[in-house]
């Protein structure tokens, strides 16, 4: 796809999550608040979606991990320890022509002279360190002494609870602690509809091993995270995995993969997967003065785990499986002519509806009560919408750009006014070959839970 | 019960939420930070099975409420129109004597002086107003123009998104939007454990409606929260619900109702369910500019609608919970000698793990293997511990101490060693009548599945 065509797609991505309620701006009727979203009705459940599966492959079919739910607010020693308060930080330039405010390497360079980006000007600051994090007061009074910060990724609130979660669930390495929460950044430039907020949501996994475990771990923890996209949708060939050079990884990092996507802006990191070695347990055992370390019944040995963490953004994810989803096709209106469709083809498993019970009429009571008990069967079940209102066709539209896979229509057959043998059944519409297929609906629960599970 | 028998009954339910791993304090290697907790492993399997639970009653399994998801950060102009940042504080003294800083409710009088209750001392300020956000600036700056708050509730980005999700939600009143999520109040003196901290999270409904359906929507609301107290095990004796009298209520609700529950350290608030009128939108509509009023097709007459908000504290409703699970009874030991038993009698819907897998013997290859097999079993429909370490009555007791349900033995005779008619059964005990039944592994499942959900 050309670059303009990219662009032209992302444009209807944006387009769609707006009108149909996926995403909207945070703030919205007062001008907005850049960088930061809100996520409407459809949104809310997709993302919901994403997170219980992320939860359930991570934590609870796992005998290994278990989950932590740490506050946002943490004391400041702990990113003094962690070293973010003293490195967290962007280079940041400002233009003294349009008193722009830039990431310096968003400076535009032309014939070799350094210009704003913004009004082409050349009076430009040196660069200096911005810090990311959010800061604010804890407590009556505004000073050194109560100042903190937003956390900047969750991770930290597992580290410095490890002996704690060691101690109550007496586990043995390798295990892992899990956590899903907000995090917080004060980007200079947020961009890229929700890629780079100021607020975003993390699914961090920090698995504690032995120091000789650890890159054969790293290998692992990759391996697996690309199943774990797979599982909700997105084709592996989307994917790609880019081993971070020496150069770029922390200097504490034995090893990191970052998994991207190949987004309509180009290829973006959705998640890394990083050897830590045992650099943040130390951090916090050194500034905290406390033990974190492990002792191991069998070999007799005392010693700091290292550990192996697979971060990924619930923001990010979400906007890869909208824009992964996104398709235009053809299919006929309720005359046959054909007309341009627009698709979400998300996997059951992550759709934020799984099913739409449409009764055909909405003037028959029989038809519309039908519907009614065919909601109720399902509604324990799983995600279920119902709609009576307008032709059929327009209806599986509505469904199929909200991503919808399946959808059951209750008409004059399914009372039995067609012969008995159709009776109390209805058409089970699939989203995406928009083939259907007369199910009784006896069957149709245990058929579409195996199928959006 | 006695003063200080509930006094000792709450520090037995503080040392059990550390031992077992339900609630630690944030930051406690740092000597912590007050009014800030981290939930441990079972705390965060407690607090997402209350969290799902309100979402399935609240939205999935009703036709007229959606959800919503909001960022924390939203724009001061919203803490501006909603009230926040010009009211929302408490009166706060300080004490001259030993610095202390206290909430004026919480100054003692003796003889008719006042005092301050940590030294006594009587030089104390004028009570003056605090208010209760949090600041942070978004953005490069650090200024008033970049000046914004922590949102103290979630229910103004409902508000503030009114008219975004009216229209992709195309919904007649009455109608909800739905939202959990985190607030943040810096309080001056947080206390009585998780109950009044600085941060927390929230399951806030703003059901909207017409003017004249208020009322009585008020009514509904409190009847239906108070169900789901008791469906998720809290006994209706324990909670009690107090009309909020004109003088106490604020100034634009027309009826209030606090949900009460008899915490060891008193009856305090769970929940308020407030009939708001149109307060909160008309407040945006002035402050934005923008329409947020509702057109209905049928009387053809537009309005500001509304709203009955149901306000419940997710971190208070677990500590209520715990409080109620509580209780300490006696059981044999291994040997048959009656001890002291301490139990947490969650209703399963909510027990942080449901069934937990116990081979006999951890040496018997056989037993272990069939351990494992009804683990498998089990898992894909529920949070499964499996615990093959130490005696069997020990086993019992710790997952008595956590709450959980239902405990499966696979003994010999599960093996068939014992003649084929207990061939492929295993007991089955249930945590509160501490009786075991047989059961088949084949039937195992349902029966768990119809007790758990």
Known sequence: MSMSTDAQRMERIVSLCKRRGFIFQSSEIYGG?????????????????????WWRVMVHERDDVVGLD??????RAVWKASGHEE?????????????????????????????????????????????????????????????????????????????????????????????????????????????RSREFEQMELEYFCRPEQGMELLEYWKEERLKFYENIGIGRDKL???????????????????????????LQELEGV???????????????????????????????????????????????????????????????????????????????????????????????????????LLRPHMNVFYDEGGAIGRRYRRQDEIGTPFGVTIDFETLGEKGDVLRDTVTLRDRDSMKQERVKISELLQLLLTRVT
Chains 1, 2 share one sequence.
């Not at 608040?33 to 599966?53: A, F, H, I, Q, S």
């Not at 740490?70 to 004391?75: P, R, S, V």
């Not at 790609?240 to 180009?266: C, L, N, Q």
Request: aromatic share 10%; glycine share 6%.
């Open 33 to 53: 608040l850049n960088g930061l979203w809100d996520y409407g009705p459809l949104g809310t459940e997709l993302k919901r979606n994403v997170k219980d599966y």
């Open 70 to 75: 740490g506050a946002i607010l943490m004391t």
């Open 87 to 195: 490195t967290f930080s962007d280079p940041m330039i400002d233009c003294r022509t349009c008193k722009a405010r830039l990431r310096a390497d968003q400076i535009a360079e032309k014939n070799g002279a350094k210009q704003c980006p913004n009004c082409g000007g050349k009076d430009l600051t040196e660069p200096r360190p911005f810090n990311l994090m959010f800061k604010t007061y804890v407590g009556a009074t505004e000073d050194e002494s109560s100042l903190t910060y937003l956390r900047p990724e969750t991770a930290q609130a597992i580290f410095v609870q490890f002996k704690n979660v060691l101690d109550v669930s007496r586990k043995k390495l390798p295990f892992g602690i899990a956590q899903i929460g907000k995090a917080f950044r004060n980007e200079i430039n947020p961009r890229n509809f929700t890629f």
């Open 240 to 266: 790609h995995v880019k081993e971070v050079p020496d150069s770029d990884r922390a200097f504490y990092s034995r090893g990191t993969y970052d998994i991207e996507y190949e987004f309509p802006f180009g």
């Open 274 to 376: 990083a050897y830590r070695t045992d650099f943040d347990l130390t951090q916090h055992i050194k500034a905290s003065g406390k033990s974190l370390d492990y002792f191991d019944e069998e070999t007799k040995e005392r010693f700091v785990p290292h550990v192996v963490e697979p971060s990924a953004g619930v923001d990010r994810t979400v906007l890869a499986l909208i824009c992964d989803a996104y398709a235009e096709d053809e299919a006929p209106d309720d005359k046959g002519k054909m007309e341009t469709r627009i698709v979400l083809r998300f996997h059951p498993r992550i759709a934020p509806i799984k099913v739409a019970v449409f009764p055909l009429l909405k003037n028959k009571e029989a038809l519309v009560a039908k519907g009614r008990e065919v909601q109720r």
